[in-house]
């Protein structure tokens, strides 16, 4: 059972790197409780509190979230408590307790006093018990461990996948946003052509005062015009990084790192667009999709 749990754990899904996993369980005279807590982290940070007497079972418990982990500043939190006296032996020290005896009854025959001497008493006096802590079965507890861990680590990998999915949504919408966005851009940028041509023939037309005016001249400055401020391979490389993006969010293994890089690609289109945007509607636009880049880039900062 345990070995599914951790299949499950392993699955490559898109999962935010914040989650929380707690599992406890009482096995074999031990109340074993785990706890898993992670946070953003460019890389797997693991570190741990398990107790002095229980450090060997660490790098074994590192290795089994390691199986279902493979980004996020990780912290795990053991607390193993005997609740059987197990861990424990007791031994009457008999040589002590019959040098008390001997000692009390002289010394009640020395001094003419009633020898009452009861085991109970004599129990109370010191160094009549050995008390020695049991050696631990090492397989045993991290059986143990290792059963109530792979529970924890079920419910934190669940835990975060709920927040990867919410993290998916809001991706996706912002990135169908964009990508309306960049459908205004390919609508408005014909205008400012169009716009440009006609600016230029009205001032033509104010400095030669009703003389004639080039038509050819008008349209090859209007082409250069269009050519220096075309954005036609920006918008398509945009619209490719898109439909990558929300493909690797879609997709069946870790992305974090990748998405990062798209995102970076996204953006430096966005710039060029801007930087050769002639149009104050066209500079709006490219605002607008910079602000909900920066939110998906602050989004996937959170994915494993």
Do not use: C
Not at 161 to 180: C, F, S, Y
Not at 239 to 266: P, T, Y
């Amino acid at each position: 059972m345990r070995k599914n749990i951790i299949q499950k754990a392993g699955d490559k899904v898109l999962r935010s790197m914040t989650g929380y996993g707690r599992a406890q369980q009482i096995l074999n005279g031990r109340d074993i409780l785990v706890e898993i807590r992670s946070v953003n982290h460019r890389y797997y940070e693991y570190s741990s509190r398990v107790p002095r007497t229980y450090s060997y079972i660490d790098e074994k418990l590192k290795a089994l979230l390691k199986n279902g982990i493979s980004r996020g500043k990780v912290e795990v939190s053991v607390t193993i408590n005997n609740i059987e006296g197990k861990d424990t032996e007791i031994a009457i020290n008999k040589g002590a307790a019959e040098g008390y005896v001997n000692a009390l009854r002289s010394i009640a025959d020395e001094l003419g006093v009633e020898d009452d001497i009861t085991l109970s008493k004599l129990m109370k006096l010191p160094d009549i018990f050995n008390i020695q802590k049991t050696p631990d079965d090492e397989e045993q507890v991290w059986e143990d461990v290792s059963k109530v861990a792979s529970e924890a680590i079920q419910r934190f990998v669940e835990m975060r996948q709920v927040e990867g999915e919410r993290l998916k949504n809001d991706i996706t919408e912002k990135a169908e946003g964009i990508l309306a966005m960049v459908g205004k851009v390919e609508e408005l940028s014909p205008l400012t052509v169009e716009n440009y041509r006609n600016r230029l023939y009205k001032k033509l037309s104010e400095v030669l005062e009703g003389k004639d005016i080039d038509d050819q001249r008008v349209l090859t400055e209007a082409a250069v015009f269009a050519e220096k401020i075309a954005v036609d391979e920006e918008t398509v490389r945009l619209r490719s990084h898109i439909a990558q993006l929300e493909s690797m969010i879609s997709g069946d293994e870790a992305v974090g790192r990748k998405l990062d890089f798209i995102v970076q690609e996204m953006n430096r289109e966005v710039n060029t667009i801007g930087s050769k945007a002639q149009d104050l509607n066209i500079t709006k636009v490219v605002v607008d999709m910079k602000a909900e880049i920066e939110k998906i880039r602050e989004q996937i900062q959170n994915i494993e």
